[in-house]
């Protein structure tokens, strides 16, 4: 699938590193999406933006700083992470948000990024 | 706050026999449920999904049934086989949070041959 891409695919960093995750979608799709993926919380949404705008912080650390200069990139810049931040950082992407309209907010995944923080 | 809570966690059944995963949400305004599926090393998929207007729909030997009023919906797999092994994650979103997605914690199934 080629849909939505991540890279890197796996990333060690230390606690004093920065370092940035990046998504690309080429579906067109107006939202995108992180989230966190770990043993503990399964799947926790992160960030949403739709149409480029911030539309939901889900109380994340300031140590995670999103960004979307368009519609078809999303990043995720890290700065000071901590151990308990190692987990798989997911992207997806949507036509658009989903619960808004009937037949367009099918969330496609990107494959992920595995983040390990020493 | 909201929250989705998803039963069992585990789930083991014979080839061929059915099963059945159920969430239940609490924000009574949520109006869509999402079941995505999640093999070993690979990104979750949406394998069926039902809208508030809707009490069931069916997909081959997939189905979601929804009850708005006990605010729970659950995934039903006949006929199992050993590619329907993986991990189901229940979600729920709706117009009072349109962009807040509230995923269940996940439903390990097994299939034993």
């Known amino acids: 699938e080629t849909g939505v891409t991540q890279t890197p695919r796996h990333l060690v960093m230390g606690m004093t590193n920065k370092k940035s995750l990046k998504c690309e979608q080429h579906?067109?799709?107006?939202?995108m999406y992180w989230y966190k993926q770990s043993a503990k919380k399964p799947l926790e949404l992160m960030f949403v933006?739709?149409?480029?705008?911030?539309?939901e912080n889900n109380s994340v650390p300031s140590r995670f700083s999103p960004e979307c200069p368009n519609s078809s990139h999303l990043f995720l810049h890290l700065h000071t992470l901590q151990p308990e931040d190692s987990a798989l950082y997911l992207c997806?992407?949507?036509?658009?948000?989903?619960?808004?309209?009937?037949?367009?907010?099918?969330?496609?995944f990107g494959p992920g990024t595995r983040l390990t923080v020493l | 706050g909201e929250n989705v809570e998803q039963h069992p966690s585990t789930l083991s059944v014979q080839e061929g026999d059915s099963a059945v995963i159920k969430c239940t949400y609490s924000d009574s305004a949520s109006n869509y449920f999402p079941w995505y599926k999640q093999e070993l090393g690979k990104r979750p998929q949406l394998i069926i999904d039902i809208r508030s207007n809707v009490g069931e729909k069916k997909d081959q030997r997939i189905a979601v049934t929804l009850n708005k009023t006990a605010k729970h919906f659950s995934l039903h797999i006949t006929e199992t086989q050993p590619e329907d092994s993986a991990v189901y994650f229940c979600?729920?979103?709706?117009?009072?949070?349109?962009?807040?997605?509230?995923f269940g914690s996940g439903t390990r199934l097994s299939i034993r041959p």
């Open positions: 979600a729920s979103t709706g117009y009072s949070s349109a962009s807040k997605i509230i």
């Open positions: 997806a992407s949507s036509q658009e948000l989903a619960g808004v309209s009937s037949r367009a907010d099918t969330q496609y």
């Open positions: 933006y739709n149409f480029k705008e911030q539309t």
């Open positions: 579906l067109g799709h107006n939202a």
